[in-house]
């Protein structure tokens, strides 16, 4: 199975959506998904170019910029909660629950639903199910983790009747129309826990990773501090140097090459974008962080080409506008990473992120 690493290698197979399929995603070999319960990740074109279409027709920038004020209140909300003097953890306190709510609320979803969605995405992340597509419950989303499956079920059922234009990014999503056609059902439950795991996992982790950076590197969170275009900077280089998701896999379905290799069909690749990520052809010093690197933006870790993440626009609008948040709520030197902090990662094998990010606070001044 070859490993690709190299940044060129890594973008080419990403871009070749002929030789190249998305349908294993990230499970085992053999194991098979109906298409009406793939992610969006999971799907080949034209299914692909069709489901993404009505995704994007969804979540617009506009939607997400509108969001901006309800992310300032929600992170300015859990912070305040964050004692000080005192000692938290700044994962269950802040870097989960924060994109978790932005989720539930642009989604159009109950707000009191927000911890138990979050639960029920952690337990469906962190058990064998991203790779088997199964559990001691059963097989596929639905026989697996059937109080998940059947609540978005419901919430899909209560949209039939909405007008798409007054209601969350849910209803858009049950009433938008792709050439001449709605979504099916079960498409729509795969997006919507793609939506509800996506913000528990990637933007999560964005966070948690930038904190862990910001906190042991006094340059880094200065340079932050003074200016939105090194916290912009930061937050590319977190994506960059620690991406919450580590590689990408595809399978062969028509015999080529990768950097002068032969791969025939039915060989999977996995393109290494952690590594193309540090590539010095690319990045230069590719292993330090730069808050004024001027192509710390050309990261592979949103992916390339017609699969670029369509969620990428929302990851960085929530990890800027909670950093800011942060960052005007805690003076400079009023949060240190507690004594004897190591970086554990989350319990999830193609993730990378502070599993805990326990703090000690200090009154300002």
């Not at 528990?200 to 950076?213: A, F, K, R, W």
């Not at 933006?297 to 800011?324: I, K």
């Amino acid at each position: 199975m070859p490993y690709v690493t190299r940044y060129a290698e890594c973008r080419d197979v990403l871009r070749d959506i002929q030789s190249f399929s998305n349908a294993s995603g990230f499970k085992a070999p053999g194991v098979e998904i109906p298409p009406e319960d793939r992610l969006l990740g999971e799907l080949d074109p034209p299914r692909h170019t069709l489901v993404r279409r009505v995704v994007v027709t969804a979540l617009t920038p506009r939607v997400v910029h509108q969001a901006e004020p309800f992310i300032a209140e929600t992170a300015d909300r859990l912070l305040a909660a964050v004692p000080v003097p005192g000692t938290s953890d700044l994962v269950p306190a802040f870097t989960v629950p924060l994109p978790n709510r932005v989720t539930v609320h642009l989604l159009g979803l109950p707000a009191e639903d927000a911890d138990q969605l979050a639960g029920w995405a952690k337990a469906l992340m962190e058990s064998d199910f991203p790779a088997t597509n199964r559990t001691e419950n059963g097989e596929g989303f639905a026989a697996a983790f059937p109080e998940f499956a059947g609540y978005i079920d419901d919430q899909i059922a209560q949209r039939e009747g909405d007008n798409p234009a007054d209601a969350g990014v849910l209803a858009r999503l049950v009433h938008l129309e792709s050439d001449g056609e709605r979504l099916p059902r079960r498409q729509v439950r795969a997006l919507v826990r793609n939506l509800i795991t996506g913000g528990l996992t990637t933007t999560s982790q964005l966070l948690g990773n930038l904190l862990v950076e910001l906190l042991s590197n006094p340059a880094v969170e200065s340079a932050a501090r003074a200016s939105h275009a090194a916290l912009a900077v930061a937050i590319e280089e977190s994506l960059r140097l620690a991406p919450p998701v580590l590689f990408i896999p595809r399978g062969c379905v028509h015999a080529t090459a990768v950097g002068g290799r032969a791969v025939p069909v039915g060989e999977r690749v996995i393109v290494g974008t952690a590594s193309a990520n540090r590539d010095e052809t690319v990045f230069r010093d590719g292993a330090s962080f730069d808050v004024a690197r001027a192509n710390a933006d050309q990261h592979l870790t949103f992916g390339y080409g017609q699969h670029v993440c369509p969620g990428a626009a929302l990851a960085r609008t929530v990890a800027r506008v909670g950093l800011t948040t942060f960052l005007a709520r805690f003076a400079a030197g009023s949060v240190r990473l507690a004594d004897g902090f190591e970086y554990e990662n989350v319990p999830t094998y193609f993730e990378c992120g502070p599993r805990r990010l326990p703090i000690e606070t200090r009154a300002a001044g």
